[in-house]
């Protein structure tokens, strides 16, 4: 899963580009949800939130990391549900 950093200028921008709706305003700026955001996988080629992003706040969260496999996994289950 990817995180969003304290950089965030809360522009709103990641959120509506998120395929899994697992970007959302926080208290102080804004989250992803590790357990909905596969980085993509299954949609895209790219993370969309870490292309739009201004200021380049979005990087890999190193508590979550995950292999491809267990990313389409995810994928599988969220689009299942
Ligand atoms: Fe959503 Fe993709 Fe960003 Fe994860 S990488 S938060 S799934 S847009
Ligand atoms: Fe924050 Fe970047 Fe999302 Fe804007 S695009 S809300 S700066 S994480």
Request: proline share 10%.
């Given at each position: 899963a990817l995180m969003i950093t304290d950089?965030?200028?809360?522009?709103?921008?990641c959120e509506p580009e998120c395929p899994n709706d697992a970007i959302s305003p926080g208290e102080e700026i804004y989250i992803i949800n590790p357990n909905l955001c596969t980085e993509c996988v299954g949609h895209f080629d790219e993370p969309q939130c870490q292309q739009v992003c201004?200021?380049?706040?979005?990087?890999?969260?190193p508590a979550r990391k995950e292999t491809q496999q267990q990313l389409l996994e995810k994928y599988r289950i969220i689009t299942a549900a």
């Amino acid at each position: 899963a990817l995180m969003i950093t304290d950089e965030c200028i809360n522009c709103d921008v990641c959120e509506p580009e998120c395929p899994n709706d697992a970007i959302s305003p926080g208290e102080e700026i804004y989250i992803i949800n590790p357990n909905l955001c596969t980085e993509c996988v299954g949609h895209f080629d790219e993370p969309q939130c870490q292309q739009v992003c201004p200021v380049d706040c979005i990087p890999l969260d190193p508590a979550r990391k995950e292999t491809q496999q267990q990313l389409l996994e995810k994928y599988r289950i969220i689009t299942a549900a």
